[in-house]
């Protein structure tokens, strides 16, 4: 009999321990370049009721009666720490390795190798006017990176017990994403402006989901797609280049793929589609544009939702932050706030995401407004400003 064990000792390293009855020293075999590892026990029963999956790199453990063959989401750094009779024990950490500076006509980019699972979030400090990058869990082997360019002033990076952080003075201030890559973390600098930002423009529900429902008959799924036309259109006009997740009244995917789908998954097929879009699209900027609803009819006015659980989060609230003020100058109506909900469309786009809940259809007031063209250029044109403003 054997067991297989996963357990986190401290935040950079976990250990993968595997005990039992077997009576030599096992061999170990890599594949895929390390991306699997095989490790031979000669006959032996295992137990697969002892596993605890817990480490996030580790894409599966699949046992046979020769032995155990270990699979990585990421390639890992590991070391042998114990492989005799009766016991096998391997030490995973995770590490970041080195940054290099990477140009293209639209933008420059620093690009970290890792080993590992890695876990970023960035900020922007306007105070020192550096960005921060931290890495949880990670320690750097690399040496201090010598990295400068127009753009790049100076890059340095410290490690601690708790992870390593990488600081950057930029000319590109706040207007920076990340995106994640396997054993990679890009962290991408771009230029003033509008012109080349690629933008999604998210219309939230449509087809068979209509969405609120107004007190006269307003549907929700209606204004939203007038909104996002004519913010998609203001963009468009400056130089970005816009993805729509819709442009009429349908879902977020085609009908025939929704209709592959039993009813109780057509809304997570509908919201993956639009995550997906502005992922596969390496989007700078993800909108969604929504209106509101409450039953009791109390609640009035205009909040935007952002999300701490995407690695862009720093750069989602600030773009929120800009929304709300822009839309509530804009519309007059009651400031219900920038917060924090992990709605899905903006918990899986990639990139810094939004949800706009503009006003309430519920409201007899704001919906009478959502049905004024003047209302609805006006709301577009302070989302457009809001998106200027993030780039300035």
Request: hydrophobic letters at 40%; charged letters at 20%; zero cysteines.
């Amino acid at each position: 009999m054997a067991e297989v064990q996963v357990k986190e000792v401290s935040p950079q390293k976990k250990l993968v321990t595997i005990q039992g009855s077997f009576g030599s020293a096992a061999t170990l075999k890599e594949f895929e370049g390390g991306k699997s590892l095989a490790l031979y026990l000669g006959p032996v029963t295992v137990n697969p009721a002892t596993m605890d999956l817990n480490a996030r790199e580790m894409g599966g453990i699949h046992l046979s009666g020769n032995g155990v063959l270990l699979s990585f989401r990421e390639l890992p750094r590991y070391r042998v720490v114990a492989n005799g009779p009766g016991r096998v024990q391997l030490e995973l950490t995770t590490t970041l390795d080195g940054v290099q500076l990477q140009k293209s006509d639209t933008r420059q980019a620093l690009v970290f190798q890792a080993h590992g699972f890695v876990t970023p979030s960035a900020a922007y400090d306007d105070a020192a006017g550096v960005i921060r990058l931290r890495f949880p869990g990670t320690s750097y082997t690399g040496s201090q990176p010598a990295v400068q360019s127009d753009v790049v002033q100076n890059v340095q990076v410290s490690s601690d017990d708790a992870g390593t952080t990488v600081q950057i003075a930029s000319t590109a201030k706040g207007r920076f994403l990340i995106r994640r890559g396997v054993n990679q973390v890009t962290l991408e600098l771009l230029p003033a402006g509008l012109t080349g930002k690629t933008i999604v423009v998210d219309a939230g529900h449509g087809g068979y989901d209509p969405g609120a429902l107004g007190l006269t008959g307003l549907q929700e799924k209606a204004v939203n797609l007038d909104i996002a036309l004519r913010v998609q259109k203001l963009l468009e006009q400056a130089g970005s280049h816009v993805l729509m997740t819709r442009t009429t009244d349908v879902a977020g995917v085609p009908a025939d793929q929704l209709n592959a789908v039993p009813k109780s998954e057509r809304l997570i097929t509908d919201l993956t589609g639009r995550t997906d879009l502005a992922n596969q699209n390496k989007a700078d900027l993800f909108i969604s544009v929504h209106n509101n609803l409450d039953p009791s009819g109390r609640q009035s006015g205009t909040a935007v939702y952002w999300t701490n659980t995407n690695f862009n989060a720093d750069r989602s609230l600030a773009f929120a932050q800009l929304a709300q003020r822009n839309l509530v100058n804009a519309l007059g109506r009651q400031d219900d706030g920038t917060k924090n909900n992990d709605f899905y469309v903006i918990k899986y786009t990639e990139s810094p995401s939004v949800l706009l809940e503009i006003l309430f259809l519920s409201d007899p007031t704001e919906e009478s407004m959502l049905r004024s063209d003047g209302v609805l250029q006006n709301i577009a044109q302070a989302v457009f400003q809001s998106v200027q403003q993030y780039y300035q």
